[in-house]
């Protein structure tokens, strides 16, 4: 069966200062990736998605980047974070040719 | 206006009540119709999934989609405690070379014992 790991769970990082966040699927090959953020009370925004290793598209311009160095693994980066970063991250996976998106257990990240 | 509309409640109700959630959407190319519980500091689970106009049955839940009337619901019998969480609608669309989701913003529900 299929598992999606994210960490850290938890995060409380200090304005100005770098972000990395972890993705990793097993059991499927080549699967379609996806961060979202999810602000308190709000419901999901799409951030990036990513069909292959190295593709990625973003959704929102912002001081977000993310990559995917190899098949099941996908990376959020920030170079420098910003108060508005702070929310709840998610990452999900999606067959090449499903329907339904299934989620990881979130990162909860609190900029200070 | 949104693309897909939620009801955020919150909704209370006591226990074994009949639940109803729903959600309008006004994008037509809209294919998946879908449910997903959030418990509090939780990923979503997918709850059912359907793509055409009708009922869906699963144990205490009912999905049903509306596409003339872009309106989906999810109907819980004999809510629980446990059924306590956010409950997110979401609809597929192909944009580009992959399926992305569009969510409701969420309907807060508590079931009191």
């Known amino acids: 069966s299929q598992t999606i790991h994210q960490w850290p769970a938890t995060l409380v990082q200090p304005v100005g200062s770098p972000l990395s966040l972890e993705c990793t699927v097993e059991?499927?090959?080549?699967?379609?990736l996806y961060w979202y953020r999810q602000a308190a009370g709000r419901g999901l925004q799409l951030l990036f998605y990513?069909?292959?290793?190295?593709?990625i598209s973003s959704e929102v311009p912002q001081n977000l980047s993310a990559s995917r160095p190899q098949d099941r693994q996908f990376i959020l980066s920030s170079k420098k974070l910003l108060l508005s970063d702070s929310g709840f991250y998610l990452c999900?996976?999606?067959?090449?040719?499903?329907?339904?998106?299934?989620f990881g257990p979130g990162t909860r990240l609190l900029v200070l | 206006q949104k693309e897909v509309e939620q009801d955020p409640g919150p909704l209370s109700v006591p226990e074994g009540a009949i639940v109803s959630l729903n959600c309008t959407y006004s994008?037509?190319?809209?294919?998946?119709f879908m449910w997903y519980r959030q418990y509090s500091r939780k990923g979503p689970e997918l709850l059912m999934y359907?793509?055409?106009?009708g009922n869906k049955e699963d144990g205490r839940f009912t999905a049903q989609v509306d596409k003339s009337s872009k309106y989906i619901s999810l109907f819980i019998r004999d809510s629980q405690p446990s059924d306590s969480a956010t409950y997110l609608c979401?609809?597929?669309?192909?944009?580009?070379?992959?399926?992305?989701?569009?969510f409701g913003s969420g309907t807060q529900l508590t079931v009191l014992p």
């Open positions: 359907t793509y055409s106009s």
């Open positions: 994008n037509s190319a809209f294919q998946y």
């Open positions: 059991g499927t090959s080549n699967p379609n």
């Open positions: 990513s069909v292959g290793i190295g593709q």
């Open positions: 999900a996976w999606m067959e090449g040719v499903g329907e339904t998106q299934y």
């Open positions: 979401a609809m597929t669309r192909t944009s580009g070379s992959a399926r992305q989701l569009t």
